[in-house]
């Protein structure tokens, strides 16, 4: 008797390609990371009617939001960009007793009670990490796990679909300047940078001009000796009010009159002008793009500190010298600290780039940077960069894949209809206005774009009437 | 209930409603039985002492953690004078996020549109619609026959006043009817309105189970209504002859409230 190569000798136990035992978990789904969109796909994969199997390398839920977490991007003074309407999830509110904007604290703690009141931390198996992620013919995986930090041994489970919600805020991007190695001073990340003992008393000088290089700034303004805040380009630096009311809902209240791009543009140009005034009177250099056409900087207090003296715009940094810092303008530095606040690169060490259809950067290409076009049983979640918040999105998003799941059993045809637009969407890029040519913005979305396709593609994946 | 879920919620981005201060009131269980919390919504011009007086201690006797919510304008909550349908279901899925566990919303008359339209943001363990008024103009016909002068203010903003008839059979004493009565408020006139104009509420998210429960000689719900209402959710209702619209104060109070436990006693709800 010859047994099935896929399976042990006793053809009990299910086995890997490469020959190690598969608990076979059936039906089951896998979610990876229980941050914010973790616990949306298991939320919503729980509601129909899958069962989950979550792993989380941490001890706790909340992802990027949890500053307990070695990986966590977040500082004590990080509050959201996004206001309470744009930033929370769909079907469960933040309280009305909150601020407009909530402080990381709050914000976990809106993750923890998501958890505790739709009861999905019995799904999560915390302290483990995925290693592995292989297809395992007829549309399944085999998911290797093993205890977070490497100690013990791996275990290989088979479920029928995967969600992979890792996160994108976690693996620093470090720019390597001429002359970085032998720079004697200190160099961080952005991500390193936790609270304002780090800069109290030193002079500080800050790369990069995106929120956490804008936060980071800020708050060295108040604490450090000296604060440098180089950028290499000009933005748009909007504040978290504008007449009285969060940013983001103004601009939704605009989006509502569905004028076309250009005159939006004009419009916001024209409010921030007027609110936030000329840029080059505070020798910042003026924007090379657009406003909308860069991810959204939102900092009301940047400029403040600039006219008080507090952060010093300065250029690009061109060189390190064994003790300074040269700018491209030719100036010299002398920081004690460099903080790079030059952003995070999306990784997924444990799956093959091939899966993902990765192009010749590296980058996934996938519908609504969800769904790959060769991988029905694989979504990823959290993938987006919005000009609002990313829970609304990944929300859908995995509202979109669960009922993709049952449709597939359910109505084949209809079901076809979405594979068709999943196949034909890979390249699309739901932002209305062309970002600069800055390579962090290549899943950046326009939220309303985006949101309109994902509406398009639920509507195909509305569920069979009974 | 119409077309789809929709996503794109511009409106509620741009202009979320305004925070109040809300009255809840609450019976809770001596102890964790494990049983959903159950969130009660009152009909317009109620509040949620309606529930106070017998359902929430009776709930939470039978282990349910039970609270109920006045929405804005209504009970002893902070006033709402141009509060619509959705400032109401805010106030009431406000309230239901807030608790430790997934909620069952129980709505009564005009509070079953209400939670109808809070189905829609929140995904709900269960939902009861008790003598659902879900409007129309069904329902505004039957009240300006049953009670014309107490119905045609309410067409010029003014108060809709149900008369202790329509609210209570003959059973119950009459001056616990006369005072029951007497305690109503009144809905804002926009709110009002829209009973009899609204958007169809969009399908609840989660597929809750939904149960219709009403009285057929409930003199604001014609007993057609209610068989109308349990279709749209795909049932049949629990009925309670002999019983007036106010299911909750009326002298057998305890058969419904006990029926719907006994409905989420048994149900895939747990
Ligand atoms: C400083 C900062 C501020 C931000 N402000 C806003 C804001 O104002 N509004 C907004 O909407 N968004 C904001 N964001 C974006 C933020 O990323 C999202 O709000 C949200 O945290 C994304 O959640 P996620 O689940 O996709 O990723 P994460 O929160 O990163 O969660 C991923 C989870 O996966 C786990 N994980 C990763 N790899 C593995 C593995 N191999 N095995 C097991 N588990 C794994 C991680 O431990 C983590 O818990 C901000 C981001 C940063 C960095
Ligand atoms: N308060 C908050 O809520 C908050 C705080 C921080 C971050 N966030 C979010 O977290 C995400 C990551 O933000 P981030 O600011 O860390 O990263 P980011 O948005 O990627 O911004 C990186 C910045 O560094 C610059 N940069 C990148 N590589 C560089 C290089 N080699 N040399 C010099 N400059 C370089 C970029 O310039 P270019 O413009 O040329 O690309 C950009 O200004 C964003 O979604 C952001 O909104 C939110």
């Known amino acids: 008797m010859s047994t099935d190569p896929g399976y042990d000798a006793n053809g009990t136990l299910p086995l890997t390609r490469d020959g190690r035992a598969v608990s076979d978990r059936g039906g089951t789904v896998c979610v990876i990371g229980a941050g914010a969109s973790g616990l949306a796909a298991v939320k919503n994969l729980l509601e129909h009617g899958f069962g989950v199997d979550c792993y989380e390398r941490e001890t706790g839920v909340g992802g990027a939001w949890n500053w307990r977490h070695d990986r966590s991007p977040v500082s004590a003074g990080t509050h959201l960009i996004s206001s309470k309407p744009m930033s929370q999830y769909p079907d469960f509110p933040m309280p009305d007793a909150w601020p407009d904007y909530p402080a990381h604290g709050l914000v976990l703690s809106y993750l923890e009670r998501y958890a505790e009141h739709f009861e999905l931390k019995p799904h999560v198996w915390f302290g483990t990490e995925v290693v592995r992620v292989e297809p395992a013919g007829g549309d399944r995986w085999d998911v290797t796990t093993r205890s977070t930090g490497g100690c013990g041994s791996q275990r290989t489970s088979r479920y029928a679909a995967v969600v992979v919600a890792n996160g994108h805020n976690w693996a620093p991007r470090m720019p390597a300047y001429e002359g970085q190695e032998s720079y004697r001073g200190e160099i961080i990340h952005g991500s390193a940078y936790k609270e304002p003992n780090q800069v109290r008393g030193r002079k500080v000088l800050v790369v990069g001009g995106g929120n956490t290089g804008c936060d980071i700034a800020v708050e060295a303004a108040t604490h450090a000796a000296r604060c440098w805040h180089s950028t290499r380009r000009g933005y748009w630096y909007a504040p978290k009010y504008l007449m009285g009311r969060p940013t983001d809902q103004v601009n939704a209240g605009v989006l509502r009159w569905r004028l076309p791009l250009w005159l939006r543009q004009r419009l916001m140009h024209r409010v921030l002008r007027l609110v936030v005034g000329d840029l080059t009177r505070f020798g910042l250099p003026r924007p090379d793009h657009g406003v909308f056409q860069s991810h959204p900087i939102v900092n009301g207090q940047l400029l403040h500190h600039v006219g008080h003296g507090g952060i010093r715009p300065v250029p690009e940094v061109a060189r390190f010298t064994r003790h300074s810092v040269i700018l491209t303008d030719g100036r010299e530095l002398d920081p004690d600290l460099v903080v790079m606040a030059t952003g995070y690169e999306p990784r997924f060490e444990f799956l093959d780039p091939g899966l993902l259809d990765r192009d010749a950067d590296g980058r996934p290409r996938l519908y609504l940077h969800t769904f790959p076009a060769a991988q029905p049983t694989l979504a990823v979640a959290g993938l987006v960069q919005p000009d609002s918040g990313v829970l609304p999105l990944a929300h859908w998003q995995s509202v979109a894949f669960a009922r993709w799941l049952r449709l597939r059993e359910a109505a084949p045809q209809r079901a076809a209809r979405f594979r068709e637009r999943v196949s034909g969407g890979a390249r699309g890029r739901w932002k209305d206005a062309t970002p600069t040519d800055s390579p962090r913005h290549w899943f950046e979305v326009s939220h309303d774009v985006y949101l309109r396709e994902l509406q398009r593609a639920l509507d195909d994946l509305k569920a069979v009437p009974a | ?270």
Do not use: C
């Open chain 2, 1 to 270: 209930m119409s077309g789809g879920t929709r996503i794109i919620r511009s409106r509620e981005w741009a202009r979320p409603p305004a925070p109040v201060r809300r009255e809840v009131r609450r019976a809770l269980p001596a102890g964790d039985e494990g049983k959903p919390p159950l969130l009660f919504v009152p009909g317009f011009g109620s509040g949620a002492g309606a529930f106070a007086e017998h359902w929430l201690d009776h709930a939470a006797g039978r282990g349910f953690p039970a609270y109920a919510v006045s929405p804005r304008g209504h009970g002893l909550s902070a006033p709402g004078p141009g509060a619509t349908l959705r400032e109401y279901a805010h106030d009431v899925v406000q309230e239901a996020a807030a608790l430790p566990r997934r909620a069952v919303l129980v709505g009564h008359g005009a509070g079953a549109l209400v939670v109808a339209y809070g189905l829609a943001r929140y995904p709900a363990r269960a939902a009861v619609l008790v003598s659902p008024v879900l409007g129309g103009f069904g329902p505004l016909r039957a009240a300006l026959a049953r009670n014309p002068f107490g119905t045609v203010p309410a067409l010029f903003g003014g108060p809709l006043r149900l008369s202790r008839r329509q609210l209570f059979s003959r059973e119950l004493p009459e001056h616990l009817a006369d005072e029951y009565a007497d305690r109503r408020g009144r809905a804002s006139a926009r709110a009002q309105w829209q009973l009899l104009r609204h958007r169809p509420p969009e399908p609840a998210v989660g597929d809750p189970p939904v149960l219709v429960a009403g009285s057929p000689d409930d003199r604001v719900v014609p007993a057609k209504a209610l068989t109308e209402a349990a279709r749209r959710y795909g049932g049949a209702p629990l009925l309670f002859p002999g019983m007036g619209h106010e299911l909750m104060l009326d002298a057998r109070w305890r058969e419904p409230i006990d029926a719907i436990l006994d409905w989420l006693d048994k149900g895939s709800v747990l």
